[in-house]
């Protein structure tokens, strides 16, 4: 059996394919993965011995602007990127048995192509129920799209979706399509999502409600246990005080990092924490030399977390997922995207405080915090968390070996 993953992500993004490949690996089969060229993902994937092809441009420079922007913008990027998948795919992927693909619309779109012309099973996954039309909530706006303000009914705004996916990829996607000799697409946000799309995430964190127009799939979130060690130092920070509050924006380019980090210390420091600061693609940095501060760079989030009186984040799929299920009270300032959505489900649950916009101010993240900080969030955060089902890349794994007939 040979799995090929895809994905053009960030970490949050790239991190479960390395769960779901293990979980393939130890039931036999052989597995290779299409990622961006950023250094990180291809040591990620080296540790449990996965080969990467790298795929189009670094998502990190794209993110934090060392790529300068285009003139064509948008069509550019997608014409560059469904191009790069669908030939990379086809260089590596002959006699594959199953394609799975996740990520950005025109990277999906070159796996799907790759599928088509090789005639190997394809998945479309995502990581978070709100990116996939339902009844049940409003599609994440596309880029230059915002949502029509005076519409209310989620399936004529998920219409309006499908419309907005053809305006902006339909032609960079149609072209590219008709220069391999595939037919052009109508309709290629529902082609590229299938009719039975996987949800990878967790069903008590991000469930798929029904009644639903579509046939989703939910395999639980893809995770894997990080057994690397954190730092000698960052353990003796951990060791020679209070638990500390996390703060970590992951692969979010802040506008004043500077500021984004005096804010989140002194609002720390107000609840008489100490703080531990994640560098991330913003490169937060100490904002002072007192010792009641540590700055990280990569390290072991699961452990980290597990040892943290609480965990400001931005909402990613990734790292909520992390946080949950490392049993951490979370305060979530969301940026934009699935962030608002994992902000609200961490306050319903109870396991955290969605901060109101994505810009606090010291008090309204202290504020936030001290919500985090009660004893009954942490007791809820702690029983979500022994709730939360590890198996999903396990499952995924054996039905993927199903669909390839294995």
């Not at 924490?273 to 994640?278: E, W």
């Not at 985090?372 to 590890?390: D, I």
């Amino acid at each position: 059996m040979r799995v090929l993953l895809s994905a053009y992500d960030s970490r949050g993004g790239v991190e479960p394919l390395v769960g779901l490949a293990v979980r393939l690996q130890e039931l036999g089969a052989q597995v290779l993965v299409c990622a961006p060229p950023d250094e990180e993902f291809e040591k990620r994937l080296a540790v449990v011995g996965v080969k990467m092809v790298p795929t189009g441009k670094s998502v990190r420079d794209l993110v934090t602007g060392k790529v300068p922007p285009t003139a064509g913008g948008v069509p550019k990027r997608a014409a560059e990127l469904v191009a790069a998948f669908h030939q990379n795919v086809m260089a590596v992927a002959e006699g594959f048995d199953v394609l799975v693909a996740t990520g950005l619309v025109p990277a999906v779109a070159g796996v799907q192509a790759a599928a088509e012309q090789l005639g190997i099973p394809y998945v479309y996954a995502s990581y978070q129920p709100v990116s996939l039309p339902s009844p049940h909530h409003p599609p994440i706006p596309r880029p230059g799209r915002p949502l029509p303000p005076d519409v209310t009914d989620n399936r004529a705004l998920w219409d309006q979706d499908a419309e907005d996916v053809q305006a902006v990829f339909g032609e960079p996607i149609n072209t590219y399509r008709e220069s391999i000799g595939l037919a052009p697409l109508d309709d290629i946000r529902d082609h590229v999502f299938t009719d039975r799309p996987w949800l990878a995430a967790d069903p008590a964190l991000a469930p798929w409600r029904q009644p639903a127009d579509l046939d989703v799939l939910q395999t639980g979130a893809w995770v894997l246990p990080d057994e690397r060690p954190l730092p000698a130092e960052l353990v003796e920070f951990l060791d020679a005080g209070t638990a500390p509050v996390y703060v970590g924006y992951g692969s979010i380019p802040m506008r004043d990092p500077q500021d984004v980090a005096r804010v989140a210390v002194e609002a720390i420091r107000a609840q008489g924490r100490r703080v531990v600061i994640s560098r991330g693609w913003a490169d937060l940095a100490l904002i002072d030399d007192e010792d009641d501060c540590f700055v990280v760079g990569e390290v072991n989030h699961q452990a980290l977390f597990r040892r943290a009186a609480a965990v400001i984040h931005h909402g990613g799929a990734g790292t909520t997922t992390t946080a949950t299920w490392s049993g951490a009270p979370q305060v979530v300032v969301p940026q934009g995207a699935d962030q608002p959505y994992f902000a609200g489900r961490v306050a319903d649950l109870g396991i955290g405080a969605a901060h109101a916009g994505p810009t606090p101010t010291v008090e309204s993240l202290s504020a936030a915090l001290e919500t985090a900080l009660t004893p009954q969030v942490r007791t809820r955060a702690a029983a979500v968390s022994e709730a939360f089902r590890t198996d999903g890349a396990a499952r995924a794994a054996k039905l993927l070996l199903e669909r390839g007939d294995a």
